[in-house]
């Protein structure tokens, strides 16, 4: 539910704004990202690699599989290439809902998230703790056609939600009302690929408050993907995923550390 703007409390959204030099954040914001930049010095480039991933996954699966639906939940502000912008260049009919629970998203989605005239783009402020409502809503219904595959992007949002129990159950939630066909698109912070140092630094930002995002393991990362087919070259760091020979950052694994996968469900 929409609480209001609260300015005084950091949101993912506006963090991630921050790190990748946006405009649309505010103080608390950017004191959060600066105290997990210096646990995580990495933490910018990962938001940049995270970034590149959604434009090749989109890419690919509008321009190799042909889905012309996606439902994008946890939009974030809008900045280059979102998910609409990248389909319609391919596609221009593609069809996109974006979700979000930021007031601050909803206005500039509204104001910027605009379609190609034979597509269409709606936004709904909804949280994906709620997956029965963003399902049930109505300008999802007068968006999206349930019973063609649908592209369900899930881009460094889940690990929001510090359990994995509760996590996995949304997201298979969102699965199981979408047709034989369809994508999951996911990617989520993980220290597997951190030094000792780093991964102590970043449980100690979590046990303090300082941070809100609750890595996985490729295990459980994996038990994200149950049921489903993986799109090669399967669960990687973001980086590792269909590389770009041309993009100008080639970040490690560990400067991303977040994974990132794509699975078709049969």
């Known amino acids: 539910m929409n609480q209001g703007l609260d300015t ?9 704004n921050y790190w990748l030099g946006g405009k649309d954040n505010f103080a608390a914001d950017r004191e ?4 997990l930049a210096k646990s995580y010095p990495a933490a910018r480039i990962a938001a ?41 260049r391919i596609v221009p009919d593609s069809r996109v809902v974006y979700v979000d629970n930021d007031p601050m998203v909803m206005a500039h989605a509204r104001a ?10 709606v936004y709904l402020e909804e949280d994906l703790r709620n997956p029965e409502r963003i399902l049930s809503h109505p300008d999802l219904a007068g968006t999206i056609d349930l019973d063609q595959p649908v592209a369900l992007m899930l881009v ?6 510090p359990d994995q129990a509760n996590a996995r159950d949304v997201v298979h939630t969102l699965l199981r009302s979408l047709p034989s066909g369809s994508y999951l698109t996911m990617s989520c912070a993980t ?17 303090s408050g300082q941070s809100d995002v609750y890595p996985r393991d490729r295990a459980g990362f994996g038990e994200f993907f149950a049921g489903l087919e993986l799109v090669e070259p399967g669960i990687v760091a973001v980086s590792e995923w269909r590389p770009d020979p041309d993009a ?16 078709r469900k049969p």
Do not use: M
């Open 8 to 16: 005084g409390v950091a949101h993912p959204a506006r963090r991630y």
């Open 32 to 35: 959060s990202g600066d105290l």
């Open 48 to 88: 940049r690699a995270n970034r590149a991933f959604l434009r090749r996954t989109v890419r690919y699966l509008a321009e190799e599989v042909g889905v012309r639906q996606f439902l994008d939940v946890g939009t974030g502000l809008p900045t280059a290439d979102n998910t609409h912008e990248v389909a319609q």
């Open 112 to 121: 910027l998230l605009t379609s190609t005239p034979e597509g269409r783009t």
């Open 156 to 161: 460094a949002i889940a690990h929001f939600l």
């Open 191 to 207: 220290k597997e690929f951190l030094t000792p140092e780093l991964a102590a630094n970043w449980d100690a930002t979590l046990r």
């Open 248 to 263: 100008t950052e080639h970040p490690t694994p560990l400067q991303a550390s977040i994974f990132g996968a794509v699975g």
